[in-house]
C-alpha cells in the first residue's frame, strides 16, 4: 500500500513578504463576490476568497499577522489578518465565526490554482466582466449547504466541532479561575478577621481632659 501524498505546497504572502502562510489541504470553497461592498474594499471589479479551516492554515514567516477590527456599515464589523509592516489583508473572519478563514487568493503566490467555484451577487457584476460559459452564478448570497461538495461539509461539520469543544474548555478555565479568585479573596477576609485591616493610633479613641492641653498631654502619656 502506497503512503499518502503529502498536500503541495500552497504557500501565499503579503506584498513586501514579512508575513507567510501555507495551506495545509485543500480549501472548502472558493467563490467570487461582485457586491459593491467587495468592490469598494479591494478596489476591483470583485473580490476573490477561498474558505479554509483556521487550523489549516499555518504562519510560515517569523512575522505574524495582526488582527484588526474595523467598522465597514453601521453596526457590521469586518475582523481581517493584516501585515504589521504593509497592511495588506491576507484573510478575514467570515459568517462562520473565528474558525473558518477567508483567504484573499490574490494573496497566495500562484493565484490561478484557485478557480472560483461560484460567482455570486451577479446582479451588481460589472457590465464588462465577462463569465466563461457554464459558470455557476447566484444573483445575490449563496447557501452553503445548497453549493458546498459533501466532503467539504464534513469538514465544516467537524470543524464547528471542534470550535465548540474549544469554546467550552475556555469558558470551564474561565470559571476555574473566577472560582480561584473568589475562594483566595475569602481566605484573605478570614485571616483579616473584621476587613477593616489595623488602625493607626490617631484613629484610637481616648479621652481627653477638661481642655485641648489636657488632651495633648494624655495622647502624649499613652503613646509615648
Known amino acids: 500500500m502506497s503512503a499518502a501524498k503529502p ?13 507567510r502562510y501555507r495551506l495545509l489541504t485543500a480549501p472548502l470553497y472558493c467563490y467570487a463576490c461582485h457586491c459593491p461592498d467587495c468592490q469598494k474594499l479591494t478596489g476591483s ?18 512575522t505574524a499577522p495582526v488582527l484588526v477590527k474595523r467598522q465597514k456599515k453601521p453596526p457590521t464589523t469586518d475582523v481581517t489578518a493584516e501585515c504589521p509592516k504593509c497592511s495588506v489583508q491576507l484573510w478575514s473572519i467570515g459568517a462562520m465565526g473565528e474558525s473558518v478563514f477567508e483567504v484573499r487568493v490574490g494573496t497566495l503566490d500562484f493565484p490561478a490554482l484557485m478557480e472560483p467555484d461560484v ?9 464588462w466582466v465577462c463569465l466563461p460559459p457554464g459558470t455557476k452564478t447566484k444573483p445575490r448570497l449563496y447557501d452553503v449547504h445548497e453549493m458546498w461538495p459533501r466532503a467539504s461539509l464534513k469538514r465544516l461539520e467537524i470543524c464547528m466541532r471542534r470550535a465548540e ?11 476555574e479561575r473566577s472560582a480561584e479568585a473568589t475562594e483566595l479573596e ?24 477638661d481642655d485641648d492641653d489636657d488632651g495633648d498631654e494624655e495622647f502624649e502619656k499613652r503613646y509615648r
Open 165 to 175: 469543544e474549544v469554546r467550552k474548555r475556555r469558558i470551564a478555565a474561565v470559571r
Open 186 to 209: 475569602e481566605e484573605v477576609a478570614a485571616e483579616d478577621g473584621s476587613g477593616e485591616g489595623e488602625k493607626t493610633p490617631t484613629a484610637v479613641e481616648f479621652t481627653g481632659g
Open 45 to 62: 471589479a470583485f473580490g476573490l476568497f477561498l474558505s479554509i479551516e483556521a487550523y489549516s492554515l499555518k504562519i510560515i514567516s517569523p
Open 7 to 19: 498536500f503541495p505546497a500552497i504557500t501565499g504572502g503579503c506584498i513586501c513578504n514579512a508575513v
Open 119 to 127: 460567482h455570486i451577487f451577479v446582479d451588481s457584476k460589472l457590465d
